[in-house]
């Protein structure tokens, strides 16, 4: 539409970011990111960038402290944050964060960093690639099995997204009991070890980049959805079980969590409750929006800011628009 073309050009040629990033100065922003490539480094560059010239980066834990005792953050105060611990944000996120003395707070799963297993998402995207078959017929959570078109990278690409977003939305025993079954459906062996671009971080690289200035958090175990899980015991092993293992590899303490999906759906009393009785001084979501000085700080607020998203809508996101959106992570 002519008129939505006009309305971007008055808000990116016309000052009008400027003017709503004046509106919502007294809040702050918290960027979400989970992967980064060779083929997002110009994004991220200019992302920084733009970040200097028009907002004052922070810590996460500068955030969690003004928060929790009531002080002043800088006008349009925000951070970094990087959920998973992919070993691909050391080498094409770290070095332009660091080198722009842009704050991160990365969050690795415990299980993952620790090579006990590879992300669930990542294994149906690999079963799915490399099946050579037509069609799948699956059954999720003991529903009426269904028919999946495969035959085409459309089509796989679809059915990946299909299966994760119904994986979510069930018991974690089925989730675990169909990945159990994925190989076999899909006719592919599914390594034990993740392949080229879905590796984690090790310890000592996290020690390393943690040694540099990056904030380590904590984003469970195995990456459960935690209203999902069946029972308090295993809350407290994706939660306060995956803190200490943490702790215990790299050898100093995590303050901050992040909420795997992180939809309000996905984020039970029970899981906040159990948070702050780990001790962690903060938690991050996957909804959408800035957060005001008065925010709940656990249940922070972030903007999805993956290298692949488009900059100038990113800019609109930082300064304020679209945040009426949940999306997980």
């Not at 977003?165 to 989730?175: D, T």
Request: charged residues 25%.
């Amino acid at each position: 539409m002519v008129w939505k073309k006009v309305a971007r050009s008055a808000l990116h040629k016309m000052g009008g970011l400027a003017v709503l990033r004046g509106w919502h100065r007294r809040e702050f922003g918290v960027l979400m990111f989970h992967a980064f490539s060779e083929q997002t480094r110009l994004n991220v560059e200019a992302l920084c960038a733009h970040i200097t010239r028009h907002f004052e980066p922070v810590s996460l834990s500068t955030v969690t402290d003004a928060l929790e005792r009531g002080k002043d953050l800088p006008d349009r105060a925000i951070t970094i944050t990087v959920d998973d611990g992919y070993r691909n944000f050391l080498l094409h996120g770290h070095p332009i964060f660091r080198r722009n003395r842009i704050p991160v707070t990365i969050y690795p799963v415990a299980g993952f960093s620790d090579g006990q297993i590879w992300l669930w998402p990542d294994q149906i995207e690999f079963g799915l690639r490399h099946t050579t078959l037509a069609s799948l017929r699956v059954s999720i959570g003991g529903g009426a099995p269904f028919e999946l078109s495969v035959a085409t990278a459309e089509e796989k690409l679809s059915a990946t997204l299909h299966l994760v977003e119904s994986l979510k939305e069930v018991s974690n025993e089925h989730r675990i009991d169909f990945l159990a079954q994925f190989g076999s459906i899909c006719g592919v062996e599914i390594p034990a070890d993740p392949p080229s671009g879905c590796e984690p971080m090790s310890w000592d690289e996290l020690r390393a980049v943690g040694s540099e200035g990056v904030e380590i958090g904590c984003h469970t175990e195995t990456h459960p959805i935690l209203s999902r899980l069946s029972n308090t015991s295993e809350l407290e092993r994706e939660i306060r079980g995956a803190k200490k293992q943490i702790e215990e590899r790299l050898g100093f303490a995590v303050r901050h969590f992040c909420y795997p999906n992180g939809r309000a759906v996905d984020i039970s009393e029970a899981a906040i409750r159990s948070v702050k009785e780990a001790g962690f001084a903060s938690a991050v979501t996957c909804m959408w929006g800035l957060n005001t000085f008065e925010a709940e700080r656990f249940q922070i607020r972030r903007i999805p800011f993956d290298g692949t998203i488009d900059l100038e809508y990113g800019k609109e996101l930082m300064a304020g628009l679209h945040m009426k959106v949940e999306r997980g992570g």
